[in-house]
């Protein structure tokens, strides 16, 4: 069992920046894609960007350009650094990781870009 803990969210007016953290723990099996997905008020969850081990990348058109995703494979640590936030970008962030043998989620970190 994997478990995935989110950090960083909060409340940030439009235009600024935040950055979210999400640790694996709980298993020693290695983990092989991160990444994050979002699920807005009354909205299906969507992708946002997903980082392999070897680190290629995967974005959600909307956030390309402003949103950069990065991993640290020996702590099993992912990062989502958000610029240029937008209302639009308001949402529950939740972490993802996947191995070998399953799928795994966070909780959710909440993300609101409001004036």
């Known amino acids: 069992q994997v478990q995935l803990v989110e950090s960083g969210g909060g409340l940030v007016q439009p235009g600024g920046s935040l950055r979210l953290s999400c640790a694996a723990s709980?298993?020693?099996?290695?983990?092989?894609?991160m990444g994050w997905y979002r699920q807005a008020p009354g909205k299906q969850r969507e992708l946002v960007a997903t980082?392999?081990?070897?680190?290629?990348?995967n974005y959600a058109d909307s956030v390309k350009g402003r949103f950069t995703i990065s991993r640290d494979n020996a702590k099993n640590t992912v990062y989502l650094q958000m610029n240029s936030l937008k209302p639009e970008d308001t949402a529950v962030y939740y972490c993802?990781?996947?191995?070998?043998?399953?799928?795994?989620w966070g909780q959710g970190t909440q993300v609101t870009v409001s004036s």
């Open positions: 709980g298993s020693n099996v290695s983990i092989n894609k």
């Open positions: 993802y990781a996947d191995n070998y043998f399953a799928n795994y």
């Open positions: 980082i392999t081990s070897r680190s290629r990348t």
